[in-house]
C-alpha cells in the first residue's frame, strides 16, 4: 500500500506539474479556475446549504436536489442564444422544457410523500392488531 | 567541509512538516466555529463512496476526452482505425453522458467534505498547506472541467474567457494530476471507511445517494436521446435532436456561416492532386464516376450523433485516379471555406483504402443541402464530425508513406 501510495503521489506531482505548465500561459483559463472555486465555494454552497435549511422534509431536499443537477444542465441551454441561421442548434424550447421537468420532480416529490402518509396510515392499525 | 547530506533531507523534512503556531481562538467564529455544519449525513464513508463513483466518471471522461484529442491532433505514433464505423460515436456520446452526471455527482461530493474548506487551523503545516492547496486545484480544475463541458454542449460561450477546446483539454491533465495526487494523499482513509461495519440506521444516507442516483438517472435520459435515437423524444434538455436539421439531420456550420453560400453547380470544380498531376472535375464528371451508396453517422465532438445514408464517389477511386494507392496514401481534404479551424484534415491510409469513405453528394438520396456541404462533402467511418470536411474543393493525394 505505501509502493502504491508513494506511485500515485509521485506520478500525481508530476501529471499535475504538466497540467500547471499547460494552463499558466492561459491568463483566461486561470481566472475561469480561480472563478469556479469562488462561486463554488462562496456563492453556490451558501445557497444549497441555506435552502437545506429551509427545507426540512428528507423528500423536499430530495427534490430540490434533483432540481439543482437539472437546473445546472438545463439553464445554460435557457440563457444561450441560438446561432443565426442554423435551426439544428437549440432546436427546443428550453425554457419551457426546464419549467415541465422541473414540475415532473416537484409532482414525483408529492407522489411519493402522498403514498408514503398513506403506507403509514394503513400500517398503524396492523400495528396495535399485534400487540 | 563536507556536510552529511542525509542530515540535510532530515532537516528539510522536520523544517516542511514543523507544526506552524496556531492562530488565535477570538478568529474561530462563523463557519469556522465548532459544529458549524451540523448535518448527520456527511461521514468518510459517503465521501469515500461518491469519491470512487466520481473517480470512475472522471476515469472514463480523461480515457475518452483524451482519444478524441488524439484522433483530432494525431501525433507520429497513433493510428485510428477505420472500423468499427460507430465506436467514436460511443466513445464520444459515452464522454458527454458521463461529463453530465457528473453534475451531482460533483456537488453532493462537495457539499459532504465542505465543512474541510474551514479547518482550524487553517494551515497546520507546510505539509499540510500544500496538501490544502492540492485539494483547492482539484475543486477548481473539476468544477472547470463539468462547468465549460455543460457550457460548451449548450453553445453558451460568454462566460468562458478562453477557447473551450484547448482549456477544457489542459485542465483535463490537471484534474487527472491533482486527482492521483488526493488519491494517494486518502487512500488510507477511503478503506478505513469502507471497512467499518456500520450499526447505525443509515436510511438518511441511503436516502441522498438515491437522490444523487435518480438526479443523474434524470439528466441521462433527459439528454442522451441527442445520439440514441429511440430516445429522441424524451431529449427535451438535449441541444440536439438526431432528427432536427436541414434534411432531417443536424449542422454544426452552415452555408452562411462558412461563406460558402455562393457555391454553383455550374462553376464547382473538384482540384484532385496526385503524383500523377493534377486533375480538376466537374459536377457531370462527379456523377459520372461509379456511386456507391453508405450507412454512417455524423458524430459531433459535443456529444449529439445521427445516422444518415450517402451516396458518392469512393474517396480510393480518385485517389487511385491521382496516381497512388489507396492502401498506403494520406489524402489532404480542402474545403471551399475561407478560413475557420476545420477547414481541411487529413484522410489517413486506414479511411483513404475504406470502401465506405465517400466524397459524398447525397444525402438520403437527395443532392446535398448548402448546411450539408453542397456539392461534395467527405464522410468516413468512424471520425469526429469536424474532420468530416464540408464544400470539398481540393484533395491532395500523398504517395506512399
Redesign the interface.
Known amino acids: ?1 505505501i509502493g ?6 509521485v ?10 505548465w ?2 499558466l500561459p ?4 486561470l ?4 472563478a ?2 469562488v462561486a ?2 462562496l456563492v453556490w ?1 451558501p445557497v ?2 441555506l435552502t ?1 435549511a429551509v427545507l426540512r422534509r ?1 423528500i423536499a ?2 427534490a430540490a ?2 432540481a ?3 437546473l ?3 439553464l ?2 435557457v ?2 442564444r ?2 443565426a ?8 424550447d ?1 425554457g419551457r ?2 419549467l ?2 422541473l414540475a415532473g ?1 416537484i409532482v414525483a416529490g408529492a407522489l411519493t410523500a402522498g403514498l408514503g402518509r398513506i403506507r403509514k396510515r394503513t400500517e398503524r392499525p396492523a400495528g396495535r392488531d399485534d400487540r | 567541509m563536507v556536510r552529511d547530506p542525509r542530515g540535510a533531507v532530515r532537516r528539510a523534512a522536520r523544517w516542511w512538516f514543523a507544526p506552524l503556531p496556531p492562530p488565535p481562538e477570538r478568529l474561530r467564529r462563523g463557519p469556522l466555529r465548532p459544529a458549524a455544519f451540523p448535518s448527520p449525513l456527511r461521514s468518510a464513508r459517503l465521501t469515500s463512496l461518491l469519491g470512487i463513483a466520481l473517480g470512475v466518471a472522471f476515469a472514463v471522461c480523461f480515457a475518452t476526452g483524451l482519444l478524441s484529442h488524439l484522433i483530432q491532433h494525431p501525433p507520429g505514433w497513433f493510428s485510428w482505425p477505420a472500423r468499427p464505423v460507430g465506436l467514436y460515436r460511443v466513445t464520444q456520446g459515452v464522454h458527454v453522458a458521463t461529463g453530465l452526471v457528473c453534475v451531482p455527482l460533483l456537488g453532493v461530493k462537495l457539499w459532504s467534505v465542505y465543512p474541510r474548506l474551514f479547518a482550524w487551523p487553517p494551515v497546520r503545516s507546510l505539509a499540510h498547506a500544500a496538501e490544502r492547496a492540492g485539494v483547492a486545484l482539484l475543486v477548481a480544475a473539476a468544477l472547470f472541467q463539468v462547468v465549460s463541458g455543460v457550457l460548451n454542449v449548450a453553445h453558451w460561450y460568454t462566460p468562458m474567457p478562453f477557447f473551450f477546446t484547448t482549456g477544457h483539454y489542459r485542465v483535463a491533465w490537471l484534474v487527472a494530476g491533482a486527482l492521483l495526487l488526493h488519491i494517494g494523499v486518502q487512500l488510507p482513509v477511503v478503506r478505513e471507511a469502507l471497512r467499518r461495519t456500520r450499526r447505525l440506521p443509515d436510511a438518511g444516507r441511503r436516502r441522498l445517494l438515491t437522490a444523487v442516483g435518480a438526479a443523474a438517472g434524470l439528466i441521462t435520459l433527459t439528454t442522451v436521446g441527442q445520439t440514441l435515437r429511440p430516445l429522441e423524444s424524451l431529449a427535451v434538455l438535449a441541444p440536439r435532436r438526431p432528427s432536427r436539421g436541414p434534411q432531417g439531420l443536424p449542422v454544426n456550420k452552415t452555408a452562411a456561416a462558412a461563406g460558402t453560400t455562393t457555391v454553383s453547380a455550374a462553376t464547382y470544380r473538384l482540384s484532385l492532386t496526385g503524383p500523377g498531376g493534377t486533375i480538376e472535375l466537374d459536377l457531370n464528371a462527379l456523377n459520372a464516376l461509379p456511386q456507391h451508396t453508405v450507412d454512417l453517422p455524423i458524430t459531433c465532438v459535443e456529444g449529439w450523433s445521427a445516422g444518415a445514408t450517402w451516396t458518392g464517389v469512393r474517396l480510393s477511386d480518385l485517389v487511385e485516379r491521382a496516381g497512388a494507392d489507396p492502401g498506403r496514401a494520406t489524402v489532404l481534404v480542402e474545403s471551399l471555406e475561407a478560413g475557420g479551424r476545420y477547414r481541411s484534415s487529413t484522410v489517413d491510409a486506414a479511411h483513404t483504402s475504406d470502401p465506405l469513405t465517400l466524397i459524398a453528394l447525397r444525402l438520403n438520396g437527395q443532392v446535398l443541402d448548402p448546411d450539408h456541404g453542397f456539392p461534395a462533402r467527405l464522410i468516413a467511418p468512424n471520425r469526429p464530425g469536424v474532420l468530416q470536411t464540408k464544400w470539398v474543393g481540393r484533395l491532395t493525394v500523398r504517395g506512399e508513406e
Open positions: 500500500m502504491l501510495r508513494r506511485a500515485l503521489i506520478s500525481g506531482v508530476l501529471v499535475t506539474a504538466y497540467g500547471i499547460g494552463v492561459d491568463p483566461g483559463v481566472l475561469f479556475l480561480a469556479m472555486v463554488h465555494d454552497m444549497v446549504l437545506g428528507p431536499r430530495t436536489l434533483v439543482a443537477s437539472v445546472v444542465v438545463g445554460p441551454l440563457v444561450a441560438r446561432p441561421g442554423n435551426p439544428s442548434v437549440l432546436p427546443l428550453y422544457n426546464l415541465a421537468v420532480i
